[in-house]
């Protein structure tokens, strides 16, 4: 399987998540959500609608019990066919879902894929992010070396072209790196409640302190939690 068809088998399976759609209704949502498809056409979608017929991930329904559906027959209309995920197409999806290799990480996959970050797992959003921010700033280093070296050999306009190139590439750096920052600290806040929670539940557990405890390294602690001090005569 090529790497677009991969990304379209993949961006259907997830709208057909959501809920059964058409053909049209299916280009209509792969042209307006997810803008990679705009070029696509229905001699690319069909052939993978059919393949994922084939391998047990959609099925195909009637679309309508409305009377202009029934009447369809006599006027020598086709019925319209709606594609349902079946539980075979919700694993094949998941486990699309959970893949960070490098497709994840291209030009072509990495929009498609973050248009379905929010049924992606926090670890797997991380490692699919860094991949792409660590892909860019290759690609940034291979763009300033590349300018160095042909800066005074080029005409302005061209070298205005590649300007807005390697700018283009940095504000998209930038914007993963806010990613990746909001992310951890997402992970952080929750950790902490986390651990907020699991010492809250620990103290409630607790029987009451005495005014002395034992301490079972060392003699008896002070009110107040901290242990004598040795050159004190007094705490002999």
Not at 183 to 198: C, H, L, M, P, S
Not at 209 to 230: K, N, W
Request: aromatic fraction near 6%; glycine fraction near 8%; charge should be neutral.
């Amino acid at each position: 399987m090529s790497r677009r068809s991969g990304v379209l088998e993949f961006a259907v399976l997830g709208l057909l998540r959501e809920s059964p759609m058409h053909g049209y209704e299916l280009r209509k949502r792969l042209n307006t959500s997810l803008g990679v498809f705009r070029a696509f056409s229905y001699g690319s979608l069909y052939p993978c609608l059919k393949t994922l017929v084939g391998n047990g991930w959609l099925i195909e329904e009637s679309g309508s019990t409305s009377p202009d559906a029934l009447a369809a027959p006599l006027s020598g209309r086709r019925a319209k066919i709606v594609y349902r995920l079946t539980a075979a197409g919700k694993e094949r999806f998941e486990e699309l879902l959970s893949h960070t290799g490098p497709d994840a990480w291209e030009d072509e996959h990495f929009g498609v894929r973050f248009a379905f970050f929010g049924q992606t797992s926090r670890d797997v959003r991380m490692r699919v992010l860094e991949g792409r921010r660590s892909r860019l700033e290759e690609r940034l280093d291979k763009m300033r070396a590349a300018m160095a070296r042909t800066r005074e050999r080029l005409d302005d306009y061209t070298l205005e072209l590649q300007r807005h190139g390697m700018e283009s590439v940095e504000r998209e750096v930038r914007w993963l790196n806010e990613l990746i920052e909001s992310e951890r600290a997402g992970r952080n806040r929750r950790d902490g409640t986390a651990g907020q929670v699991r010492t809250t539940e620990r103290d409630e557990d607790r029987p009451p302190q005495q005014d002395q405890s034992e301490d079972a390294d060392g003699p008896p602690r002070h009110r107040g939690g901290s242990r004598p001090d040795p050159s004190d005569d007094t705490a002999k």
